[in-house]
Structures are given as structure tokens and as C-alpha cells.
């Protein structure tokens, strides 16, 4: 017994000086520390990932797509993994001025190769609305939307064009003036229905023929059709010897679409702003209930948006997963 137990001391004595002239070999190493450190380190933050996960890591990839930005005359060519447009211009610290345009709008997302960003610049206009001027700065591109950018509130009847500057020292290097010539509100009453038109009519019987009015037997109009038309003035259409019913009826807004090859494929951008119509539709009510349109009056007219998209190519940009 006593041999046996010599025999395991002294086996464990080797192995164990074995052991500490290898840990001395290895501390003595000029790499050995600093390597044990990072090893160690490295295990302990692999842990903590794993517990902060769940025990399931989640690898983010970085995505870099290639975008060309159309600004100030020139084509810049940049690769980025900015969410946004926006977020990309801040990045490269390209400023907006009043009234610029970026299209598409600085909230879309940027989700594939080949991206196009167009930067529109203002520059200064003058907008007049009768003896009311209003100087500054737009990129928009029709009268229409340069005039509401500029804060008018513009109506589908309204008139609204551009013209180029020509008292320079007086406009101080105004690029273009935009002259809103308003149409006249009159309260008209059709059938017992009291609503707002807007017209450049400027007599009752002109009004009749631009808004499609029509008088049918047992109608009447007041005042007489040759009054001039004022701001407010009071329009009776008035029907005698039937039931009838008027109601109010919505047009929907037109919607232009242009075909831009400027635009990334699958965006958009609005270049004028629309808005829908409004119409009333006045029945005669026969025996039994049935209907029939007698009068068919546009109150407010609908007016046309502008929306530019991608032109389709066969060439469809890379959309990386």
C-alpha cells in the first residue's frame, strides 16, 4: 500500500512541476500576457453579447448604395448607408435655402443603387396679387405653386402667370414676376342651395353661360341677367311649378403624371399641388319618386396636380438585399 501511494506522489510531483515550468516558459513568452488578456476579454464580451441577445446575435450588415445628387449645375456621385435623403445631405453638409426643391421629397428612404436626388435652387421672384406684392424665393415649377408657396391662397378659377422682370432696379434682380389676377366670389343660389362660385364673368348672364347654367321652364334668375358682377353679389336661381332636390356632389381631382428620367425608378414627387371640385346636381322629383337631373351647376372647379415619377427602363437599378 505504501508503495503504491510513493508511486502516485511521485507521479504527481513530475506533472506538477511539469506544469509550473511550462506556466514559467509561457510567462517568460514576450506575447504571452497580452495575448492570455485579449483572450480573456474576448470570451467575456462574446458572453455578454450573447445574454444581452438572448442567446441569439443579431449581425447588422452595412449596406452601401451608389447615389448621384443633381446640385448647384454639377453631378456629385457618392456611396452611403444614410436611411434618407435628408439624412444624406446633412452628411455632406449641402444646405437648403428658403424655398428650394429637392425631389424626391428629403423623407424618402434610400433603398437601392443608381439612387437620383435632384436639389432645385430658388431664385427670387415677385409675387402680385392686385396692389398686394410679395418678394421671394421659389424653385416651384409652375406659377400656380410659386404663388401658394409664397403663401396665396390661389383658387381653381384664379388666374395666374409669369412674366419676366423688367424693372430690374426696381425689383431688385427679380428673376420673374407671378401676377394673380383673382376671380370675383358671388353667393349664388341655386334652387334653395346658397353656395360660393368664383368667376371673371362680369355680368349675371356671362356667369349663367360659364358655370353651364341653363334655364328651363319654370326657372327665373335675379337679379336680371345683365347686372354687372360684383364682389358678393346675391344670385337667385329660382324654379316654380315642381318638387325638386339639390345636392352636393364631390369631383375628384385630376392627377397629371409626367415621365421624368431624372427620378429614381419607383419614386415620385409632387411638382403642383391640386385640389378637387365641388359640383350641385339638382333633380326634379316625379310621380313615384323618380328622379330626373335638371340642372348640373360646377360651384368650384377642380384643378390639376402635377406628379412627376421614374421613367420605365429595362434597366432596373440593383436593389441590394
Do not use: C, W
Amino acid at each position: 500500500m505504501r508503495k503504491k501511494f510513493r508511486l502516485y506522489h511521485r507521479r504527481f510531483m513530475r506533472a506538477h512541476t511539469a506544469r509550473i515550468a511550462a506556466l514559467k516558459r509561457l510567462h517568460a513568452h514576450p506575447v504571452a500576457v497580452p495575448v492570455a488578456t485579449f483572450v480573456g476579454l474576448a470570451i467575456i464580451a462574446s458572453t455578454a453579447f450573447l445574454i444581452l441577445n438572448g442567446g441569439h446575435p443579431k449581425f447588422k450588415p452595412i449596406i452601401s448604395y451608389i447615389v448621384f445628387i443633381n446640385h448647384d449645375h454639377e453631378e456629385q456621385t457618392v456611396p452611403t448607408n444614410e436611411p434618407t435623403i435628408g439624412a444624406l445631405l446633412n452628411k455632406l453638409d449641402i444646405k437648403l435655402n428658403q424655398g428650394d426643391v429637392v425631389e424626391p421629397d428629403v423623407d424618402t428612404p434610400i433603398t437601392e443603387d443608381n439612387f437620383h436626388i435632384n436639389i432645385y435652387r430658388a431664385v427670387p421672384v415677385e409675387v402680385i396679387e392686385g396692389t398686394q406684392k410679395i418678394f421671394t424665393f421659389s424653385a416651384a415649377a409652375t406659377p400656380r405653386a410659386i404663388a401658394e408657396q409664397a403663401g396665396l391662397t390661389v383658387y381653381a378659377e384664379d388666374d395666374v402667370s409669369a412674366a419676366p422682370a423688367t424693372d430690374f432696379a426696381g425689383t431688385l434682380s427679380v428673376a420673374k414676376q407671378i401676377i394673380v389676377d383673382p376671380a370675383t366670389p358671388v353667393n349664388l343660389n341655386v334652387y334653395g342651395t346658397p353656395t360660393v362660385v368664383r368667376t371673371h364673368a362680369t355680368t349675371v348672364a356671362q356667369l349663367l353661360t360659364e358655370k353651364g347654367i341653363k334655364l328651363a321652364s319654370g326657372d327665373s334668375i335675379q337679379p336680371a341677367p345683365a347686372t354687372p358682377i360684383t364682389s358678393g353679389v346675391q344670385i337667385f336661381l329660382l324654379h316654380q311649378g315642381m318638387s325638386i332636390q339639390t345636392i352636393s356632389q364631390t369631383i375628384p381631382e385630376p392627377i397629371q403624371t409626367i415621365e421624368d428620367k431624372t427620378l429614381t425608378f419607383g419614386t415620385s414627387a409632387i411638382r403642383q399641388q391640386g385640389s378637387a371640385g365641388l359640383e350641385l346636381i339638382t333633380y326634379e322629383i316625379g310621380v313615384g319618386g323618380a328622379k330626373t337631373v335638371i340642372q348640373t351647376v360646377v360651384v368650384n372647379r377642380p384643378y390639376q396636380k402635377l406628379s412627376p415619377r421614374a421613367k420605365p427602363s429595362k434597366f432596373r437599378p440593383t436593389k441590394k438585399p
